[in-house]
Protein backbone atom coordinates (compact mmCIF):
# COMPACT_ATOMS: atom_id res chain seq x y z
CA UNK A 1 0.00 0.00 0.00
CA UNK A 2 1.23 3.44 -0.83
CA UNK A 3 0.11 6.50 1.42
CA UNK A 4 0.13 10.12 0.89
CA UNK A 5 1.02 12.15 4.16
CA UNK A 6 0.97 16.11 4.24
CA UNK A 7 4.66 17.36 4.15
CA UNK A 8 4.76 21.16 4.66
CA UNK A 9 2.72 22.80 1.84
CA UNK A 10 3.21 19.86 -0.75
CA UNK A 11 2.47 16.40 -0.65
CA UNK A 12 5.53 13.63 -0.62
CA UNK A 13 4.61 10.20 -1.53
CA UNK A 14 5.69 7.74 0.65
CA UNK A 15 5.14 4.27 1.07
CA UNK A 16 4.67 1.89 3.85
CA UNK A 17 4.97 -1.09 1.88
CA UNK A 18 8.20 -2.83 2.99
CA UNK A 19 7.44 -6.52 2.03
CA UNK A 20 9.81 -6.00 -1.24
CA UNK A 21 12.86 -5.91 1.08
CA UNK A 22 12.25 -8.32 3.70
CA UNK A 23 13.71 -11.37 4.39
CA UNK A 24 12.06 -13.70 6.95
CA UNK A 25 14.65 -14.19 9.38
CA UNK A 26 15.68 -18.71 9.80
CA UNK A 27 17.86 -19.93 11.97
CA UNK A 28 20.11 -23.10 11.87
CA UNK A 29 21.01 -25.38 14.58
CA UNK A 30 24.10 -22.88 15.43
CA UNK A 31 21.64 -19.97 16.10
CA UNK A 32 23.03 -18.32 12.78
CA UNK A 33 21.06 -17.26 9.61
CA UNK A 34 20.72 -20.21 6.83
CA UNK A 35 22.54 -19.70 4.07
CA UNK A 36 19.93 -19.44 2.04
CA UNK A 37 18.98 -16.37 4.33
CA UNK A 38 22.16 -15.43 3.75
CA UNK A 39 22.02 -15.02 0.16
CA UNK A 40 18.73 -13.29 0.25
CA UNK A 41 19.87 -10.58 2.33
CA UNK A 42 23.15 -9.87 0.85
CA UNK A 43 21.24 -9.37 -2.72
CA UNK A 44 18.83 -7.45 -1.14
CA UNK A 45 21.68 -4.94 0.52
CA UNK A 46 23.77 -5.25 -2.63
CA UNK A 47 20.74 -4.29 -4.73
CA UNK A 48 18.76 -1.70 -2.81
CA UNK A 49 21.38 -0.92 0.13
CA UNK A 50 19.09 -1.99 2.98
CA UNK A 51 17.53 -5.60 3.98
CA UNK A 52 15.14 -6.45 6.84
CA UNK A 53 14.93 -9.39 8.75
CA UNK A 54 11.75 -10.30 10.24
CA UNK A 55 11.69 -11.97 13.33
CA UNK A 56 15.35 -12.20 14.09
CA UNK A 57 15.11 -12.12 18.14
CA UNK A 58 12.44 -13.63 19.80
CA UNK A 59 10.58 -11.56 22.38
CA UNK A 60 12.42 -11.88 25.30
CA UNK A 61 15.72 -11.25 23.37
CA UNK A 62 14.21 -7.93 22.46
CA UNK A 63 13.11 -7.34 25.58
CA UNK A 64 16.47 -7.50 26.87
CA UNK A 65 17.66 -4.23 24.41
CA UNK A 66 14.64 -2.92 25.31
CA UNK A 67 15.83 -2.91 29.00
CA UNK A 68 19.46 -1.51 28.20
CA UNK A 69 17.71 1.33 26.66
CA UNK A 70 15.76 2.07 29.20
CA UNK A 71 18.84 1.70 31.95
CA UNK A 72 20.13 3.84 29.84
CA UNK A 73 17.61 6.86 29.73
CA UNK A 74 16.52 6.99 32.96
CA UNK A 75 20.68 7.48 33.86
CA UNK A 76 20.91 11.44 34.41
CA UNK A 77 24.54 11.25 33.45
CA UNK A 78 23.84 9.17 30.12
CA UNK A 79 26.00 10.13 26.77
CA UNK A 80 24.34 12.47 24.55
CA UNK A 81 24.88 11.85 21.19
CA UNK A 82 27.04 14.58 19.55
CA UNK A 83 25.24 14.22 15.50
CA UNK A 84 21.71 14.07 14.82
CA UNK A 85 19.20 16.79 15.96
CA UNK A 86 21.35 17.96 19.15
CA UNK A 87 18.98 20.22 19.81
CA UNK A 88 15.93 17.75 20.04
CA UNK A 89 18.40 15.97 22.24
CA UNK A 90 18.66 19.54 24.31
CA UNK A 91 15.31 19.57 24.83
CA UNK A 92 14.35 15.55 25.19
CA UNK A 93 12.61 15.27 22.18
CA UNK A 94 15.06 13.02 21.31
CA UNK A 95 16.99 10.60 23.15
CA UNK A 96 20.40 9.54 20.98
CA UNK A 97 22.67 8.20 23.66
CA UNK A 98 25.48 5.62 23.06
CA UNK A 99 25.47 2.80 25.77
CA UNK A 100 28.56 2.12 27.84
CA UNK A 101 30.52 -1.00 27.20
CA UNK A 102 29.07 -3.25 29.96
CA UNK A 103 29.01 -6.98 30.17
CA UNK A 104 25.29 -6.76 29.19
CA UNK A 105 25.19 -4.35 26.45
CA UNK A 106 28.69 -6.04 24.55
CA UNK A 107 26.71 -9.18 25.38
CA UNK A 108 23.81 -8.03 23.51
CA UNK A 109 25.06 -6.35 20.73
CA UNK A 110 27.52 -9.75 20.10
CA UNK A 111 24.20 -11.87 19.82
CA UNK A 112 23.53 -9.39 17.10
CA UNK A 113 26.94 -10.13 15.21
CA UNK A 114 27.15 -13.75 15.65
CA UNK A 115 23.77 -14.24 14.57
CA UNK A 116 24.17 -12.10 11.50
CA UNK A 117 27.97 -13.31 10.89
CA UNK A 118 27.03 -14.64 7.69
CA UNK A 119 25.24 -11.19 6.22
CA UNK A 120 28.18 -8.65 8.15
CA UNK A 121 31.11 -10.55 7.51
CA UNK A 122 30.63 -9.95 3.32
CA UNK A 123 30.90 -6.20 4.10
CA UNK A 124 32.77 -6.22 7.25
CA UNK A 125 36.10 -7.46 8.32
CA UNK A 126 37.14 -9.02 11.38
CA UNK A 127 39.53 -5.80 12.34
CA UNK A 128 37.05 -3.57 11.50
CA UNK A 129 36.32 -1.41 14.35
CA UNK A 130 32.57 -1.21 16.37
CA UNK A 131 32.02 2.57 16.17
CA UNK A 132 29.35 2.59 18.44
CA UNK A 133 26.30 0.93 20.21
CA UNK A 134 23.44 3.24 20.78
CA UNK A 135 19.76 3.93 21.55
CA UNK A 136 17.33 5.88 19.15
CA UNK A 137 14.48 7.02 21.00
CA UNK A 138 12.31 9.86 19.76
CA UNK A 139 9.03 11.31 21.23
CA UNK A 140 6.44 13.64 20.27
CA UNK A 141 7.30 16.70 19.03
CA UNK A 142 10.63 15.92 17.51
CA UNK A 143 11.71 17.08 14.16
CA UNK A 144 11.53 15.66 11.08
CA UNK A 145 15.60 14.71 9.85
CA UNK A 146 16.23 16.09 6.66
CA UNK A 147 17.55 13.04 3.88
CA UNK A 148 21.03 12.36 4.46
CA UNK A 149 23.79 10.11 4.10
CA UNK A 150 26.09 8.98 7.04
CA UNK A 151 29.77 8.93 6.56
CA UNK A 152 30.12 6.10 4.14
CA UNK A 153 31.95 2.92 4.64
CA UNK A 154 30.22 1.83 7.80
CA UNK A 155 27.52 -1.29 8.33
CA UNK A 156 24.50 -0.01 10.67
CA UNK A 157 22.07 -1.69 12.37
CA UNK A 158 18.72 -1.42 13.86
CA UNK A 159 16.78 -3.39 16.44
CA UNK A 160 13.14 -3.18 16.72
CA UNK A 161 12.98 -3.89 20.63
CA UNK A 162 9.25 -3.22 20.07
CA UNK A 163 6.44 -2.74 17.75
CA UNK A 164 6.70 0.44 16.08
CA UNK A 165 3.90 2.00 14.40
CA UNK A 166 3.20 4.14 11.38
CA UNK A 167 2.71 7.62 13.45
CA UNK A 168 5.26 6.57 15.50
CA UNK A 169 8.34 7.32 12.80
CA UNK A 170 9.95 4.32 11.94
CA UNK A 171 13.16 5.09 9.38
CA UNK A 172 12.94 6.47 6.04
CA UNK A 173 14.93 5.35 3.01
CA UNK A 174 15.51 5.71 -0.40
CA UNK A 175 16.48 2.22 -1.91
CA UNK A 176 18.89 2.02 -4.03
CA UNK A 177 20.39 5.43 -3.50
CA UNK A 178 23.80 3.70 -2.10
CA UNK A 179 27.20 4.24 -3.72
CA UNK A 180 29.58 1.78 -5.52
CA UNK A 181 31.82 1.56 -8.71
CA UNK A 182 29.72 1.79 -11.45
CA UNK A 183 26.10 3.30 -9.63
CA UNK A 184 26.05 6.23 -11.42
CA UNK A 185 26.21 4.64 -14.61
CA UNK A 186 21.94 3.95 -13.36
CA UNK A 187 19.46 5.88 -14.87
CA UNK A 188 21.14 7.25 -17.84
CA UNK A 189 24.08 8.06 -16.50
CA UNK A 190 22.64 10.72 -14.04
CA UNK A 191 21.84 8.60 -11.24
CA UNK A 192 23.73 11.01 -8.61
CA UNK A 193 22.71 14.34 -10.41
CA UNK A 194 18.92 12.47 -9.65
CA UNK A 195 19.89 11.45 -6.50
CA UNK A 196 21.01 14.66 -5.38
CA UNK A 197 18.06 16.53 -6.97
CA UNK A 198 15.64 14.01 -4.95
CA UNK A 199 17.18 14.81 -1.78
CA UNK A 200 16.82 18.23 -2.44
CA UNK A 201 13.12 18.03 -3.67
CA UNK A 202 12.84 16.09 -0.52
CA UNK A 203 14.41 18.07 2.01
CA UNK A 204 12.64 21.63 0.88
CA UNK A 205 9.22 19.53 1.68
CA UNK A 206 10.61 18.75 5.04
CA UNK A 207 12.17 21.98 6.05
CA UNK A 208 8.82 24.03 5.23
CA UNK A 209 6.94 20.50 7.38
CA UNK A 210 8.80 21.32 10.23
CA UNK A 211 8.70 25.33 9.85
CA UNK A 212 4.93 24.41 9.92
CA UNK A 213 4.59 21.87 12.94
CA UNK A 214 6.88 24.17 15.05
CA UNK A 215 4.56 27.17 14.60
CA UNK A 216 1.36 25.02 15.75
CA UNK A 217 3.42 23.71 18.76
CA UNK A 218 3.77 27.08 20.04
CA UNK A 219 0.06 27.14 21.13
CA UNK A 220 -0.36 23.39 21.37
CA UNK A 221 -1.17 21.33 24.00
CA UNK A 222 0.16 17.87 23.36
CA UNK A 223 3.69 18.46 22.77
CA UNK A 224 4.04 22.35 24.04
CA UNK A 225 7.73 24.33 23.78
CA UNK A 226 9.96 24.84 26.23
CA UNK A 227 10.95 28.64 27.32
CA UNK A 228 13.77 28.99 24.75
CA UNK A 229 12.84 26.46 22.29
CA UNK A 230 11.50 27.80 19.66
CA UNK A 231 14.16 30.12 19.06
CA UNK A 232 16.51 27.58 19.20
CA UNK A 233 15.10 25.65 17.05
CA UNK A 234 14.12 28.46 14.31
CA UNK A 235 16.84 31.44 14.54
CA UNK A 236 19.72 29.76 16.55
CA UNK A 237 23.58 29.89 15.63
CA UNK A 238 24.12 26.84 16.96
CA UNK A 239 25.43 23.94 15.06
CA UNK A 240 22.36 21.42 14.08
CA UNK A 241 22.00 20.17 10.85
CA UNK A 242 18.05 18.75 10.97
CA UNK A 243 16.56 21.72 12.59
CA UNK A 244 14.53 24.13 10.10
CA UNK A 245 16.52 26.73 11.46
CA UNK A 246 15.91 30.20 9.12
CA UNK A 247 19.25 32.29 10.41
CA UNK A 248 21.88 29.03 8.91
CA UNK A 249 19.57 28.03 6.46
CA UNK A 250 19.90 32.19 4.97
CA UNK A 251 23.21 32.34 5.62
CA UNK A 252 24.31 28.90 3.73
CA UNK A 253 25.29 27.42 7.38
CA UNK A 254 23.69 23.40 6.91
CA UNK A 255 25.47 21.33 4.58
CA UNK A 256 22.09 19.46 4.85
CA UNK A 257 20.32 22.24 2.90
CA UNK A 258 20.30 25.90 2.66
CA UNK A 259 19.57 28.42 0.72
CA UNK A 260 22.98 28.15 -1.30
CA UNK A 261 21.42 24.89 -2.45
CA UNK A 262 18.05 26.70 -4.09
CA UNK A 263 20.30 27.83 -7.10
CA UNK A 264 18.38 29.05 -10.60
CA UNK A 265 20.09 26.23 -12.29
CA UNK A 266 19.10 23.81 -9.46
CA UNK A 267 15.25 24.72 -9.26
CA UNK A 268 15.15 24.62 -13.05
CA UNK A 269 16.97 21.20 -13.05
CA UNK A 270 14.11 20.29 -10.29
CA UNK A 271 11.25 21.21 -12.86
CA UNK A 272 12.99 19.95 -15.92
CA UNK A 273 13.44 16.56 -14.26
CA UNK A 274 10.48 16.22 -12.07
CA UNK A 275 9.18 12.73 -14.06
CA UNK A 276 12.11 10.94 -13.89
CA UNK A 277 12.59 11.93 -10.14
CA UNK A 278 8.59 10.88 -9.47
CA UNK A 279 9.73 7.48 -11.80
CA UNK A 280 13.42 6.83 -10.53
CA UNK A 281 12.86 6.70 -6.86
CA UNK A 282 10.59 6.04 -3.84
CA UNK A 283 10.61 6.69 -0.06
CA UNK A 284 9.33 4.02 2.32
CA UNK A 285 9.07 4.31 5.35
CA UNK A 286 9.63 1.60 8.15
CA UNK A 287 7.36 -0.33 10.45
CA UNK A 288 9.02 -2.76 12.01
CA UNK A 289 7.61 -5.00 14.14
CA UNK A 290 9.58 -5.93 17.99
CA UNK A 291 12.41 -8.71 16.86
CA UNK A 292 12.82 -6.91 13.35
CA UNK A 293 16.61 -5.59 12.55
CA UNK A 294 17.00 -3.18 9.62
CA UNK A 295 20.42 -3.66 8.36
CA UNK A 296 21.82 -0.63 5.16
CA UNK A 297 24.77 0.79 4.30
CA UNK A 298 25.67 4.35 5.55
CA UNK A 299 25.84 5.86 2.13
CA UNK A 300 22.19 4.85 1.12
CA UNK A 301 20.02 8.36 1.66
CA UNK A 302 17.42 8.38 4.77
CA UNK A 303 15.94 10.12 7.46
CA UNK A 304 14.87 9.93 11.14
CA UNK A 305 11.12 11.09 11.15
CA UNK A 306 9.02 12.84 13.87
CA UNK A 307 7.33 10.85 15.98
CA UNK A 308 3.54 11.80 15.43
CA UNK A 309 2.62 9.55 18.48
CA UNK A 310 2.89 10.29 22.36
CA UNK A 311 4.53 6.73 22.51
CA UNK A 312 7.99 6.96 22.47
CA UNK A 313 10.08 5.10 19.76
CA UNK A 314 12.93 2.99 20.17
CA UNK A 315 15.87 1.27 18.28
CA UNK A 316 18.79 -0.25 19.67
CA UNK A 317 21.49 0.57 17.41
CA UNK A 318 25.31 -0.87 16.24
CA UNK A 319 27.28 0.41 13.83
CA UNK A 320 30.18 -1.15 12.08
CA UNK A 321 32.72 0.24 10.17
CA UNK A 322 33.20 -1.88 6.51
CA UNK A 323 36.65 0.18 5.44
CA UNK A 324 39.01 2.51 7.02
CA UNK A 325 37.35 5.13 8.78
CA UNK A 326 39.43 8.07 10.03
CA UNK A 327 38.29 8.65 13.49
CA UNK A 328 38.02 12.42 13.22
CA UNK A 329 35.40 11.51 10.69
CA UNK A 330 33.19 9.19 12.98
CA UNK A 331 31.80 11.99 15.08
CA UNK A 332 30.15 13.36 11.90
CA UNK A 333 27.50 10.53 12.06
CA UNK A 334 28.73 8.45 15.02
CA UNK A 335 29.19 8.72 19.01
CA UNK A 336 31.27 6.09 20.49
CA UNK A 337 30.57 6.02 24.32
CA UNK A 338 33.56 6.59 26.54
CA UNK A 339 34.07 3.10 27.75
CA UNK A 340 33.99 1.85 24.10
CA UNK A 341 36.69 4.57 23.01
CA UNK A 342 39.26 3.93 26.14
CA UNK A 343 38.41 0.23 25.14
CA UNK A 344 38.03 -0.05 21.40
CA UNK A 345 36.84 -3.30 20.44
CA UNK A 346 36.10 -4.55 16.44
CA UNK A 347 34.07 -6.98 14.81
CA UNK A 348 35.93 -9.95 15.23
CA UNK A 349 35.43 -9.37 18.88
CA UNK A 350 31.97 -9.03 18.92
CA UNK A 351 32.20 -12.58 17.18
CA UNK A 352 34.55 -14.25 19.75
CA UNK A 353 32.56 -12.74 22.74
CA UNK A 354 31.32 -15.63 24.66
CA UNK A 355 27.99 -15.47 25.41
CA UNK A 356 26.50 -15.47 29.18
CA UNK A 357 22.77 -16.06 30.30
CA UNK A 358 20.96 -12.24 30.30
Not at 196 to 211: A, E, G, M, T, V
Amino acid sequence: MVIIRQIGVNKLKVSNDTFMFEVSAVLDEKGQLTDDCVRQARTMMDTHGLVILTNLLSDEEANVGLELIRQTIDDPDRNRGSFASETDNLYVRRDFCSLPSTPRVTSFAAKLCQRLEGVLSEYCGRSRPLLEVTTLTSYLGSSHQYIHRDPGGVISLFVAVEDVSEQQGGTVFVPGTHIYGGAENKHGGKAHALMNLFRIQCNYRIFLHNLKKLWSMRKGKSAPLASGEFLDRVFSTKWDQHQPNLLRFLLGKNSQFDIHILSPNILWKLYRHRDDLRNQFQLIKTAPRKGTVILYRSDLLHAGPDNLSPHPRRFFGISIARDIVDPKFWHDGYSPHPTLIDNPMSFGDLLDYPQRPQ
